[in-house]
């Protein structure tokens, strides 16, 4: 058995001193080392430098947004110092508390000085600080002055569309009217 162990180690060293089989057993060795470097060095490497650059793309934008932001807080902050001598004309000009009806009996009134009549009334949308209304009149009174007396009215509202239709008899009109809920503070009574 020592016999064939020492056949068996003289063979294998008679065959890696060869030099065309120890060229490709080291050839192969040298691949097997660079896989092995570049998997497990390499590639982890190259994987953070990537996650690295995406976190630099996102706190870039990150970045342009809040500077877009502050440039927009420094225009609110200009438009309220602009309009921060008028507070008491609205303080003035808001109800003490917003309710529908109560504002629909005013837009009644403020379409019959027009020599309209409301025929329907609908708040169809409550977007947190702002009801949009959907006013129907019919008469062949003034438009010009039914704006005129919605902007009298003690209330914040805009009119964001007006449709006419003209019919033999009278007139129909319909508003979109988004007014908003500004109720004052008990501070502010």
Known sequence: MKEKLQLFFSKITRLISN????????????IVALLTIGLFGVFPGLKTVYENYKLVL???????????????????????DNVGNNVLYLKNSLPANFDIQNYMVIFVFAAGNADLV???????????????????????????????NLESINRVS????????????????????????????????
């Open 19 to 30: 030099e065309d089989v120890s060229f490709k057993i080291y050839l192969v060795a040298a």
């Open 58 to 80: 996102e706190m870039k934008n990150t970045n342009v947004m809040l500077t877009k932001k502050i440039q927009d807080l420094e225009t609110a902050k200009s438009s309220l």
């Open 118 to 148: 409301v025929d329907r009334f609908t708040p169809y949308d409550n977007q947190g600080n702002a009801v949009d209304i959907l006013v129907n009149l019919i008469g062949n009174g003034d438009l010009y002055r039914l704006i005129s």
């Open 158 to 189: 805009e009119v964001q569309d007006i449709r006419v239709k003209k019919a033999e008899a009278y007139n129909e009109i319909t508003l979109k009217v988004r007014t908003f809920i500004m109720e004052k503070l008990s501070s502010d009574k």
